[in-house]
């Protein structure tokens, strides 16, 4: 049983631990040979004090599939919505019938000092002689149950723990950085949530304790079980474990565009109910209130990625790239439902954009912003703009030219005949690149030769078109405007002889500059 090809260092002392008073002298002297020849990175966990040279990381090699036990337990329904149900040995907890003959008012957290998969068949292993109730994989957030939780896993290295406790071993190492991720802690704290309402158990640091926290069986003062266990160590953040154990929030009705143009403002809302424990700080004027920000103001933020910087984003409008709102309301009470109302800046470019976004607790630094709760997925459309004007709207000129049907024209007499151009006055929403395109209806005594001209960023630009041919909007070119107030396009009255017709122009834009 001590030559386990797999046996992590974590597990190996759980088991000393518990069996420490069935071993003889000769016995306990081949573990004490044992523990001396195990290389002292493999012990880690139990090392109080953090390496001094940056840690590796864990082997390349991939982890253990997970193997049933060959005497398997008959299935069970988990306890926890979501689990996978696989039975550890008979052989390494003890049957029970909590709460009924002994209550349930503590969770105790583990490091594995490995894989979780490795955890998981070793805790099927009859010879094991420790288990958990439950293993968390730190990649998928998966969780297996192993012990019911009516009965006594022995995890603790204190029995009077282990009674009276639910065990959690998560996949990591305790002196190892860049194991625990969000992905870990949300399951775990969504496990632990599911536990605590089970047992009405207070979610705070005294009822849910890391193994390192652990009292010593039969020395005061001590702790960390019997072995003096130091998980799940320094780079466990509690802070953001526990906001996500403490807080949840449900989405209700929420407003959000579908189609948005550059530069377009669009008021968007969203309403949570609160299911956590702790109010909703919120305040305009939090960031002068330093009672305020020590308790974390709670805004509505993007989440895709975590952290990331919307790209919806203005600074006019929200608190910072990924923070749009705190709750218009103020404070949200437990059970009361908080609206977050903020505006999106339609970006410059185009295409489909997929925008999450989710409520975010922000305590003051050096903790790090914790995203909890549901997540408001949208689907937001970043088309270009398409401005017409034509001859009835205002911006439009055309002095000594004939009105006509929805257009005004003017018979070119000789080639040189002074007069004056008829002219268009738009005002574009954002400065950039923009398609701008005439139309003019088609006929035999229009001129072949009507001359556009299109002011802008670099100069003015002419275009002659053929007017005998039309009816549909002809692409004058794409131009860059850098003053979008008001961009001007002439139709010239001069050329060949005909008849010069003005009656639309169009501008799409803007599109991102190559």
Known sequence: MLKQPRLQAGLFLVYIEFNMMRFTSTQLLFIASAITAVPSAVLAQVAPKQPSTPTTPAPNEAPPSIVPATTAAPPQTPDTPGAIWVAASPKNFDAANRPAEQPIDMVVIHDIEGSAESAVNWFQNPQARATSHYVVNSTTGQVWQMVKEHDIAWHAGNYAINKRSVGIEHEGYAYRPGFYNPVEYEASAKLVRSITSRYNIPRDRTHIIGHSEVPHPTKPGLFGGASGHTDPGPYWDWDSFMTLVRNDAQAGEHNFPTVIHPGELIEAAATFTNTGDDAWPSDKAGAADPALQARGPVYLGTWNPQGGSSPFFNYKFWTSPRLASEAVDGEVALGAKGRFAFTLLGPRQLGEVREDFRLIKVAPAPKVPVGFGDIISTTIRVEPWEIIQDTAQPGFTAS????????????????????????????????????????????????????????????????????????????????????????????????????VVADAVRFVGPFPTP
């Open 400 to 499: 000594g030219w004939t009105a006509g049907a929805g257009m005004v024209s003017r018979k070119v007499a000789a080639a040189d005949e002074p007069a004056a151009p008829a002219q268009w006055t738009v005002p574009l929403r954002i400065s950039g690149d923009w398609d701008v395109y005439a139309r003019w209806p088609g006929g035999s005594a229009h001129s072949r030769q009507a001359s556009y001209q299109v002011d802008a960023a670099d100069g003015t630009h002419t275009v002659v078109v053929d007017q005998r041919k039309g009816g549909d909007w002809y692409k004058l070119g794409r131009y860059r405007f850098n003053d979008p107030t008001g961009v001007k396009v002439r139709l010239s009255a001069q050329g060949t002889r005909g008849t």
